[in-house]
């Protein structure tokens, strides 16, 4: 049986996936007492579990990219603090490219990752054969490369970070939802669970695809929808190349990089009604593998192992959400959009520590609020992994 809960905590996080765990590692890393994390299942069994563990720099806003940045270095350093081998490969992301109007925006976005310090950079597709000899390049104008990128393990990471965050001395509950954040006057009260309720002045809704859900039950509207995802890999491939790059054709979002001895591979249903009661459509993996014959030929006639689906969260402009609610003090949010959460993790929990402890964020986050949506000031972003 499940110990009780604590009667109160300095800060509850609600959710246990990539970014839960890094902020409440943050938190307790910088000396904030009774942390407690509360998860409705288990560790990394929402959004994180299905993202594609992909980890880049290459964004066309100069937030995202410092963003991207501030994680890719924690990444890097993630075997000595907090001290979890991550399985983290330095490949880069291949980005294919078949229409003049995104090779020509892409020319744009390097320019200016340039200028940032990312050593992307376009290349032909003679280039891009070289770099990954299982594209598919017919109709191929250019590609997007930058070896800062790659991807690692997203169930690695929540692990870490939750072993360093108890370390520390934060408490992390699983199996124990937050059903309601209860207010007073615009203060937080408490926090309830089917385990009972905890007092707390300072909740962090990190819930992903259910945070609007929990967010409304303190007069929070957050604009995060879900859709599902699904998410395929090979059995064991003869000769499979050593170092193989996140590969996406842009066009239509499929892409695919290697998994153990396998590959993983995946693509976006434009057509998929959101929802959590909606259904996947039987015919997915039939669409996917007619843009595999053109962009991943090899991948036809390799033996499919299997696959996993689950819900992921969208954003209106496919970015972040990361603030505090106006009206609701201490009432603070940090969801992102598919798997860029699990990219921007680090960097998030570094963001929401500061929020929390009153300092000034490497970063000003003004742009990732949620109010921006009721202005109509939504940017664009890469619908992408």
């Not at 929808?225 to 491939?237: A, D, K, Q, S, W």
Request: charged share 20%; net charge negative.
């Amino acid at each position: 049986m499940p110990g009780a809960l604590p009667s109160r905590a300095s800060v509850v996080v609600a959710g246990g996936g990539a970014m839960g765990t890094s902020i409440a590692f943050h938190l307790a890393e910088a000396g904030v007492e009774d942390v407690l994390l509360l998860e409705r299942a288990e560790l990394a069994s929402g959004s994180t579990s299905k993202a594609a563990g992909g980890v880049r720099a290459q964004f066309s806003d100069e937030l995202n990219v410092a963003i991207a940045l501030r994680s890719l270095e924690a990444y890097g350093a993630f075997g000595v603090r907090p001290g979890w081998q991550i399985d983290l490969h330095r490949v880069g992301y291949l980005f294919l490219l078949d229409d003049p109007a995104d090779v020509a925006a892409f020319e744009q976005s390097v320019a200016l990752q340039n200028r940032l310090g990312v050593p992307s950079r376009l290349v032909e597709p003679g280039e891009a054969a070289r770099l990954c000899p299982l594209a598919g390049l017919e109709g191929v104008l250019a590609a997007s490369f930058c070896p800062l990128d790659g991807h690692a393990s997203p169930e690695a990471v929540v692990q870490g970070y939750a072993a360093g965050a108890r370390a520390h001395g934060a408490r992390i509950e699983t199996g124990c939802e937050v059903t309601a954040v209860e207010t007073d006057g615009g203060a937080i009260r408490r926090v309830v669970t089917p385990r009972g309720t905890v007092e707390t002045e300072i909740v962090v809704c990190a819930a992903g695809v259910w945070s609007p859900r929990l967010a409304a039950t303190a007069g929070v509207e957050l604009p995060v929808t879900p859709y599902m995802r699904e998410v395929g890999f090979t059995g064991p491939v003869a000769e499979l190349p050593a170092r193989i790059p996140l590969t996406i054709d842009f066009s239509t979002g499929f892409y695919f990089h290697r998994e153990g001895p396998g590959l993983l591979f995946g693509m976006a249903d434009p057509d998929q009604t959101p929802g959590f009661d909606a259904p996947s459509d039987p015919a997915w993996l039939e669409r996917v593998l007619a843009v595999a014959e053109r962009r991943a030929p090899a991948l036809a006639d390799m033996g499919l192992a299997g696959g996993w689906k689950g819900y992921y969260e969208v954003t209106p402009d496919h970015n972040a959400l990361i603030g505090e609610a106006a009206g609701v003090a201490r009432f603070l949010y940090a969801t992102g959009f598919s798997g860029h959460g699990f990219l921007q993790a680090p960097a998030v929990g570094e963001i929401v520590r500061d929020l929390v402890l009153g300092r000034e964020p490497f970063v000003d986050v003004a742009a990732l609020s949620a109010a921006r949506f009721a202005r109509g000031a939504a940017r664009p972003e890469h619908n992408v992994v």
